[in-house]
């Protein structure tokens, strides 16, 4: 009897844990969001000639992180950098696809997107046991995509970009099952894994509003 109470005792206090750590991975979540909504404010404010020097910083910061750590796993300064400046481009990004597409199209796109990254998430959670496999392959196609995206700065043709999107997009979709499988095995930082999953559901917003801009035109 005490046994089965110990037991009881022990899942008890590992529920709490998990609770815990999930709460803090969405907080660092929200933080992140947090830190976005700061640097597109101060987007506004930045001079064109300045976006493509700071684009250009941000390429190396995210080609070095990549390479160095082997994997997405941006140190807290880092982090904190690369969210400032994505948030510092990105105001630009978001009021041309909000004037090309309308507010009612615009907000339906990331409302789209939002709902994809739940709906992947929870496959990932819920139906996918193990998707650990899935990361190395994950980061072959990241790195082949960033390669990608460079090669595209001087490839002025519509098929390619939106080839490039498509697949961006999908490879976004497929690191969200895979970090919400994370959570559910316990394999996280919960600054790491919140840092991911907000740069997961950005790429997905972007990435579904760029393909309804291709669309629209």
Same mark, same amino acid.
């Given at each position: 009897?005490?046994? =089965?109470?110990?037991?009881?005792? /022990? +899942?008890?206090? /590992?529920? +709490?844990?998990?609770? /815990?750590?999930?709460? /803090?991975?969405?907080?660092?979540?929200?933080?992140?969001? @947090?830190?976005?909504?700061?640097?597109?404010?101060?987007?506004?404010?930045? $001079?064109?000639?300045?976006? +493509? $020097?700071?684009?250009?910083?941000?390429?190396?910061?995210?080609?070095?992180?990549?390479?160095?750590?082997?994997?997405?796993?941006?140190?807290?300064?880092?982090?904190?950098?690369?969210?400032?400046?994505?948030?510092?481009?990105?105001?630009?990004?978001?009021?041309?696809?909000?004037?090309?597409?309308?507010?009612?199209? &615009?907000?339906?796109?990331?409302?789209?997107?939002?709902?994809?990254?739940?709906?992947?998430? !929870?496959?990932?959670?819920?139906?996918?046991? %193990?998707?650990?496999?899935?990361?190395?392959?994950?980061?072959?196609?990241?790195?082949?995509?960033?390669?990608?995206?460079?090669?595209?700065? &001087?490839?002025?043709? $519509?098929?390619?970009?939106?080839?490039? =999107?498509?697949?961006?997009?999908? @490879?976004?979709?497929?690191? =969200?099952? &895979? %970090?919400?499988?994370?959570?559910?095995?316990?394999?996280?930082?919960?600054?790491?894994?919140?840092?991911?999953?907000?740069?997961?559901?950005?790429?997905?917003?972007? %990435?579904?509003?760029? !393909?309804?801009?291709?669309?629209?035109?």
């Amino acid at each position: 009897m005490a046994d =089965t109470a110990s037991k009881q005792e /022990k +899942k008890e206090k /590992k529920e +709490k844990s998990e609770s /815990k750590s999930y709460g /803090k991975v969405w907080l660092f979540f929200i933080y992140y969001w @947090l830190i976005f909504g700061v640097g597109c404010y101060f987007g506004q404010f930045l $001079p064109m000639e300045w976006r +493509k $020097p700071l684009s250009l910083v941000l390429l190396v910061l995210v080609l070095a992180n990549l390479f160095i750590k082997h994997g997405r796993k941006y140190g807290i300064v880092m982090s904190h950098i690369y969210t400032l400046a994505i948030g510092l481009l990105s105001f630009a990004t978001f009021t041309i696809y909000l004037q090309n597409l309308g507010a009612e199209v &615009f907000y339906k796109n990331v409302i789209l997107a939002i709902s994809a990254f739940i709906v992947f998430g !929870l496959i990932g959670y819920f139906l996918i046991n %193990d998707a650990s496999g899935m990361g190395r392959y994950l980061f072959v196609i990241l790195v082949s995509l960033i390669i990608a995206g460079i090669v595209g700065i &001087f490839i002025n043709n $519509p098929v390619y970009h939106t080839i490039t =999107t498509i697949v961006g997009l999908l @490879l976004f979709l497929m690191y =969200t099952i &895979f %970090d919400f499988n994370r959570m559910k095995r316990g394999n996280f930082n919960a600054r790491e894994l919140g840092f991911n999953l907000f740069i997961n559901l950005l790429n997905i917003v972007r %990435d579904v509003l760029r !393909l309804a801009d291709r669309v629209r035109k």
